[in-house]
C-alpha cells in the first residue's frame, strides 16, 4: 500500500486518510485540519464565489501577472499601497480591484519576510483554479495559514496529543519529536538536531488571518 | 462596519509582524524544510492514531523516549528508537521514518550486496514487518507514506506511480494486514499475507 499526502483540500489526488474517529471529532478540531490539507475533504461551501458575476478567467490572470510583475520590483514597501482610501463595498459592489491590489500587498510582504519560495508555491497550488481576484486573496491567505500554523505550538502540541497513549518501554510517556540531523548533513545544517517545538507568535498570526479572512468573507 | 483597504494591509502587516518576530529553528535549517518535518510528525502521529484506534494495535516506541525523525533518508537505522505495533493473532510490525527500500527492479535482477541509489526509493513513513533492518525489500513494506508538504503537481503523480511499481504489481484485489484501515485489501501483489 503507497500514499501520497499533499495538502492541497478537495482534489481528487489528495489521499483521505479516513474519517476522524469519534475520539478525535470530541476533541478539539487541529486547526489545520480545518478547512485545509492534510488529506481532509473541503467542505463544499469553503470555495468562495464572487457576488457580483465574476470575473472572467482572464482577467483575473491578468490581475494576478500584474501583481506578479509588481511583486518582483525592488524595492517591496507597501507605502505606496496605501493611497488607496476608498471604502470596501461602496454602492453595494466589492471592488475586484482593490482585491487585486490586497493580493499583490501580501504577496510583496509575504516575499519580504524572505519566503519567496511560498509566495511562488501558493501561486502554482493555490491561485489556478480562481475565478475573481476576492477568492484570490482568500486561497492566499488560507495557504499562508496553513503554513505558518506548521511552526506553531497547536500543530506540534496536536501530534503530541495522539501519542498520549503510547508508551515507551520504560513505561513512560513519549517525550518529544525532533529531527536528528544526520552526519552527512551536519556541516550544511550546523545544528545536531531540531526541535519541533512550536511558536505561540504563528498560533497568533494564525488566528488574526483566520479573523481576516472571516471579515473579507463577510465584503460584499 | 466595512473594511478599509488601508486596514487590510495594516492587518496583514500586523500578522507578518508575528511571523518575523517568530523564533527561527537556528542554524541553517529553513522553515520550510522544519515545516516539512512538521507535516511528516502529523502524518507519522495520525497513522499511528488510526493504527491504534481503529485498528487495535497496541503501539510501543521502543529504543528511547524520544521521537526521531531523519534529516536524510537512508536504511533502517535499529539505533533509532522506532514503533513496534502488536496485536493478537496478528505478526508485530514495526514504523520506520525516512527510510529507503530495495526496489522489485532489485530484486528481479538477481543483484547481490547493498542496492545501489539506482535501485533505492525512499519512503517518509513505512510500515514494514518486525525486525527488518537495512534496506527494507519491496516484499517487507505492509503500508508505505509519502508526504509533501505543498500543493500537489503533476510530476508527484509520476514519481508516485514509479515508486508504486518498484513496490508491487497490479493486480486483482489482494487483501492486506488490516482489518478496514486504510484499506483491507489493494489491487497489488505482493502484498503481505
Known amino acids: 500500500m503507497f500514499y501520497v499526502l499533499s495538502r492541497v483540500p478537495g482534489r481528487s489526488h489528495a489521499v483521505d486518510l479516513g474519517r476522524p474517529t469519534s475520539q478525535e471529532t470530541r476533541s478539539p478540531a487541529p486547526e489545520l485540519g480545518h478547512e485545509t490539507g492534510f488529506g481532509l475533504a473541503r467542505p463544499r461551501s469553503w470555495r468562495t464565489r464572487v457576488g457580483r458575476g465574476g470575473m472572467t478567467q482572464r482577467l483575473v490572470e491578468r490581475q494576478l501577472a500584474a501583481g506578479a510583475a509588481a511583486a518582483d520590483d525592488e524595492p517591496h514597501c507597501l507605502c505606496d499601497l496605501r493611497c488607496t482610501e476608498l471604502e470596501w463595498g461602496q454602492d453595494g459592489a466589492v471592488n475586484e480591484d482593490e482585491y487585486a491590489t490586497l493580493l499583490r500587498a501580501i504577496r510583496q510582504r509575504t516575499r519580504q519576510s524572505g519566503r519567496s519560495d511560498l509566495d511562488g508555491l501558493l501561486l502554482e497550488s493555490r491561485l489556478l483554479d480562481v475565478d475573481s481576484a476576492k477568492e484570490a486573496v482568500i486561497q492566499y491567505l488560507y495557504g499562508l495559514r496553513d503554513d505558518m500554523a506548521l511552526g506553531g505550538e497547536t500543530v506540534t502540541r496536536e501530534s503530541m496529543r495522539r501519542l498520549r497513549r503510547v508508551q515507551t518501554e520504560s513505561g513512560g510517556p513519549v517525550e518529544g519529536i525532533v529531527v536528528a540531523i544526520e552526519e552527512q548533513d551536519r556541516a550544511a545544517y550546523g545544528v545536531d538536531e531540531v526541535d519541533l517545538v512550536g511558536s505561540p507568535q504563528l498560533d497568533q498570526a494564525v488566528r488574526e488571518i483566520d479573523a481576516l479572512i472571516e471579515q473579507l468573507r463577510d465584503e460584499g | ?193
Open chain 2, 1 to 193: 462596519m466595512s473594511l478599509t483597504l488601508d486596514e487590510a494591509i495594516a492587518k496583514v502587516n500586523e500578522i507578518f509582524a508575528k511571523y518575523d518576530s517568530a523564533p527561527s529553528t537556528g542554524g541553517l535549517v529553513g522553515e520550510e524544510w522544519k515545516a516539512g518535518k512538521v507535516y511528516e510528525a502529523w502524518v507519522l502521529t495520525l497513522l499511528l492514531d488510526r493504527l491504534e484506534q481503529v485498528e487495535g494495535f497496541d503501539v510501543k516506541l521502543v529504543g528511547g523516549t524520544m521521537v526521531y525523525l531523519k534529516s536524510s533518508p537512508g536504511p533502517i537505522n535499529p539505533k533509532y528508537p522506532h514503533f513496534r505495533l502488536t496485536r493478537a493473532g496478528s505478526p508485530p510490525y514495526d514504523v520506520w521514518t525516512d527510510v529507503e527500500f530495495a526496489t522489485m527492479s532489485y530484486h528481479i535482477s538477481g543483484s547481490s550486496g547493498l542496492p545501489g541509489q539506482a535501485h533505492r526509493h525512499e519512503l517518509d513513513v513505512l510500515v514494514v514487518k518486525g525486525g527488518v533492518a537495512g534496506y527494507p525489500g519491496h516484499t517487507d513494506i505492509v503500508l508505505g507514506v509519502e508526504c509533501k508538504n505543498t500543493g500537489f503537481k503533476k510530476g508527484m503523480a509520476r514519481a508516485a506511480l514509479g515508486v508504486r511499481r518498484e513496490l508491487s504489481l497490479l493486480r486483482p484485489g489482494k487483501p492486506t494486514p488490516f482489518i478496514s484501515w486504510p484499506r483491507s485489501s489493494v489491487p497489488a501483489d505482493p502484498r503481505l499475507s
